[in-house]
């Protein structure tokens, strides 16, 4: 269940996978270990569901795009983290999330509710909790030439120009728009 000590490991919670440009960006730099090793629960996949319909998505369409993220990520389900959760002191509606994150040895909880995990509920654990533009930004720093080869990638991937798609994804992660933006210059 946990990987190597030399492979990051970070726990997508449910508000960074429901908007498609985030989601998708995380996970096509997920596809290269250098990067990093995505993992979600049923819990978050179950959340992602009902919060993709809310959005307008079909049950269908929902259920495509959870099923398409667990045969490229084959690997990322936590199991064996429910009975952590009645122990986690975060937020109790993210308890799962943070309990999944312990059980399979994540170095960090990718979310937007940051609140839902205070410091003093994850420093046991030694985790980050690292908004999405945070993350990206580090990984963009890790590896410039990398990173931007696979935003690239995305924008002819999805059809659309390298512009239009960091318009689209500076809802969650402005800075990060703006340094791909600035490396592109």
């Known amino acids: ?105 994540a170095h960090a909880i990718l979310t937007a509710n940051v609140k839902h995990f205070p410091p003093e509920s994850v420093k046991p654990y030694n985790l980050d909790v690292l908004t999405p533009d945070d993350f990206l930004v580090h990984q963009c720093h890790l590896n410039q030439d990398l990173f931007t080869e696979k935003v690239v990638a995305l924008a002819v991937a999805r059809g659309v120009s390298l512009e239009d798609l960091l318009g689209r994804l500076s809802k969650w992660a402005p800075r990060e728009a703006r340094l791909i933006a600035d490396l592109g210059s």
């Open 1 to 105: 269940m946990i990987a190597p000590s030399n492979q990051y490991i970070a726990v997508l919670d449910t508000c960074v996978l429901a908007p498609m440009p985030l989601c998708d960006t995380l996970l096509r730099l997920a596809e290269d270990p250098a990067f990093y090793i995505p993992k979600w629960s049923d819990d978050i996949l179950r959340e992602l569901r009902s919060t993709l319909q809310r959005m307008g998505y079909t049950p269908a369409q929902a259920e495509r795009r959870i099923t398409a993220m667990e045969t490229a990520f084959e690997d990322a389900k936590v199991t064996g983290y429910e009975p952590l959760s009645a122990s986690m002191t975060n937020d109790r509606k993210d308890r799962h999330v943070l309990a999944a994150a312990v059980r399979c040895g």
